[in-house]
């Protein structure tokens, strides 16, 4: 109570309350330069050509059109795309936790035989990786180029969450893991059905991480995907970006010509309003389990 009282009291004097004004300034500041560029985009994939060669930036189009979206959604190449980008985020995603998890739950036991030396060679593959190359050469050599395996396996394991989960697990109250044993419950039991239940918020936490970087992966495709039709969307978005042809996803009606800047737009509003349709549903948990075993006990 008496901390509580003492910043509040802070926060009441005159320099305390030109600190908080500052900092809404700020933070107002810093978010407009983050949305207005989203805006913009947003708002150019449902612009003329016309209007986005003339306006330098806009958040509100003049003419609305969907041109860029009816070439977008009559495309095979995108349709194939997006369908393998949503699988290997869903299955990546769920193969991810499951090692992580697996891993981190008996390395938070302390009587485990060879604790310290397997966390140190978790801390050393944090520290220090083999680089690309080595990788690709173990991808080549494992026969998994041009397979979406390709894509999830490598990065399996990412060491820095697994402390953090192991560090979280660690919190967990060993009476109540000793009582579900005197019950007959085994190891694998109590992880299953007590454990995991009760780790709702770094779950969702960690699968919002892991879904993010497997949907927004771009190196991996580019180096393990040589056939263009298992291509992911963000493949698919570097070639429309990068390309000055309109027709890169593939000219469905010959009478049409897909419109070249606000094509690049819509494509790119939509490769991320997926991701952020899923946050809503896992914020509640987010902002708890973002500070879960952070701090080690």
Not at 68 to 79: D, E, G, K, L, W
Not at 122 to 143: C, N, R
Not at 269 to 287: D, E, G, N, S, W
Request: aromatic share 14%.
């Amino acid at each position: 109570m008496s901390t509580n009282a003492s910043l509040h009291e802070l926060h009441n004097t005159k320099g305390g309350r030109i600190f908080d004004k500052f900092n809404i300034i700020f933070l107002l500041i810093f978010a407009l330069t983050t949305v207005l560029p989203f805006l913009y985009v947003v708002a150019g994939s449902f612009a003329t050509e016309a209007e986005i060669a003339r306006r330098a930036f806009f958040i509100w189009p003049e003419t609305f059109t969907l041109n860029a979206y009816r070439h977008i959604f009559t495309s095979q190449a995108f349709i194939r795309s997006i369908i393998i980008t949503i699988g290997v985020t869903v299955v990546g995603t769920l193969t991810q936790l499951f090692f992580t998890f697996t891993m981190a739950y008996p390395l938070s036991k302390r009587n485990l035989k060879g604790n310290k030396l397997l966390m140190n060679i978790v801390i050393f593959a944090m520290l220090f990786s083999g680089g690309m190359i080595p990788t690709y050469l173990i991808v080549e050599q494992l026969g998994l180029i041009n397979s979406y395996w390709a894509l999830i396996l490598p990065g399996a394991i990412n060491p820095f969450n697994l402390i953090i989960i192991k560090n979280f697990f660690q919190h967990f109250s060993a009476e109540l893991e000793e009582s579900a044993k005197i019950d007959g419950a085994t190891e694998l039991q109590i992880f299953w059905r007590i454990v995991l239940p009760l780790s709702k918020p770094i779950i969702a936490t960690f699968a919002l991480f892991y879904a993010v970087a497997i949907w927004n992966d771009f190196m991996g495709p580019l180096l393990y995907m040589h056939d263009t039709s298992k291509w992911t969307l963000q493949l698919l978005l570097r070639q429309v970006t990068i390309s000055s042809d309109p027709n890169a996803l593939g000219q469905m009606d010959p009478d049409f010509v897909p419109p070249e800047e606000g094509l690049k737009l819509a494509i790119i509003v939509i490769a991320t309003f997926p991701i952020m349709c899923i946050y809503p549903f896992l914020q509640k948990h987010f902002a708890k389990g973002i500070m879960i075993g952070s701090v080690k006990g």
